[in-house]
């Protein structure tokens, strides 16, 4: 079992960043592949970035790319998205979430925060 933690949310103007962090207690947590997903009212969950246990492989969504890095830092059982040049589509309530296996479905979610861009 493992507990998430966002934060990190907040309201900044267009093209400046932000950065977000995911603390997790419980054990193990170099055995969990993290993620972030992000949701907008009446919209699906969708999928921005997830890193790997290690060698902390990543992967990211197109509308991350270039603006966006996932990193871990396993000393401190944090999972951290930096989000630069940020736009208002960004807007969103950002989720960690944490999952053992190498894919599938993630376990373990956070309560999310939210993130703000206005233009």
């Known amino acids: 079992q493992v507990q998430l933690v966002e934060s990190g949310g907040g309201l900044v103007q267009a093209g400046n960043s932000l950065r977000l962090s995911c603390a997790a207690s419980?054990?193990?947590?170099?055995?969990?592949?993290m993620g972030w997903f992000r949701q907008t009212p009446g919209k699906e969950s969708e999928f921005v970035a997830q890193?790997?246990?290690?060698?902390?492989?990543?992967d990211y969504a197109d509308s991350a790319k270039g603006r966006f890095t996932i990193f871990r830092d396993d000393a401190r059982n944090t999972v951290y998205l930096q989000m630069n040049s940020l736009k208002p589509e960004d807007t969103a309530v950002y989720y960690c979430?944490?999952?053992?296996?190498?894919?599938?479905?993630?376990?373990?979610w956070g309560q999310g925060t939210q993130v703000t861009v206005s233009s």
């Open positions: 890193i790997s246990r290690s060698p902390s492989i990543t």
């Open positions: 419980g054990r193990f947590f170099t055995s969990y592949a």
């Open positions: 979430a944490a999952r053992i296996k190498v894919s599938g479905p993630y376990n373990y």
